[in-house]
């Protein structure tokens, strides 16, 4: 029985070197385990169990370490420069209907909780798919 433990081994480390991502070290890992258990007894639901709990062991264990190394890099936009940035709006906005806001040359949609007159100037708070959040410029 450890010959097909060997080749399930063989067959999930091809499958781990095919992609970019971890998705079957674990259960090679398990694999192995369950190799050597098939060397020591030949009842299959041990081996089963074994190459289940090593897995599922060796992906609790790993997982977690993985989610340490692996970076993520947000690439900033050129679009994130707006936020925080005085705005002027153009189209009256409510809370019902977003309006227009004319930030560092550009157009943009916004949309707030308060109505907003034009004219008025904004705070850009947010990016929200395509349009702009705003809330209105604190009077001094």
């Given at each position: 029985?450890?010959?097909?433990?060997?080749?399930?081994?063989?067959?999930?480390?091809?499958?781990?070197?095919?992609?970019?991502?971890?998705?079957?070290?674990?259960?090679?890992?398990?694999?192995?385990?369950?190799?050597?258990?098939?060397?020591?007894?030949?009842?299959?639901?041990?081996?089963?169990?074994?190459?289940?709990?090593?897995?599922?062991?060796?992906?609790?264990?790993?997982?977690?370490?993985?989610?340490?190394?692996?970076?993520?890099?947000?690439?900033?936009?050129?679009?994130?420069?707006?936020?925080?940035?005085?705005?002027?709006?153009?189209?009256?906005?409510?809370?019902?209907?977003?309006?227009?806001?004319?930030?560092?040359?550009?157009?943009?949609?916004?949309?707030?909780?308060?109505?907003?007159?034009?004219?008025?100037?904004?705070?850009?708070?947010?990016?929200?798919?395509?349009?702009?959040?705003?809330?209105?410029?604190e009077e001094k």
């Amino acid at each position: 029985m450890s010959i097909y433990w060997f080749i399930l081994f063989l067959f999930l480390i091809f499958v781990e070197l095919s992609t970019v991502n971890l998705v079957s070290i674990w259960f090679a890992i398990g694999a192995i385990a369950a190799m050597i258990t098939a060397m020591i007894t030949e009842e299959i639901w041990i081996q089963t169990a074994v190459f289940a709990v090593v897995s599922l062991v060796s992906l609790l264990i790993t997982k977690p370490l993985m989610k340490k190394f692996k970076k993520v890099t947000v690439i900033p936009t050129n679009s994130d420069r707006v936020i925080g940035k005085k705005a002027e709006v153009i189209q009256e906005i409510t809370p019902d209907s977003y309006g227009e806001v004319k930030v560092l040359g550009t157009v943009w949609t916004a949309a707030s909780d308060e109505t907003i007159h034009k004219g008025e100037k904004v705070i850009v708070q947010k990016i929200d798919g395509v349009k702009l959040i705003v809330f209105k410029e604190e009077e001094k």
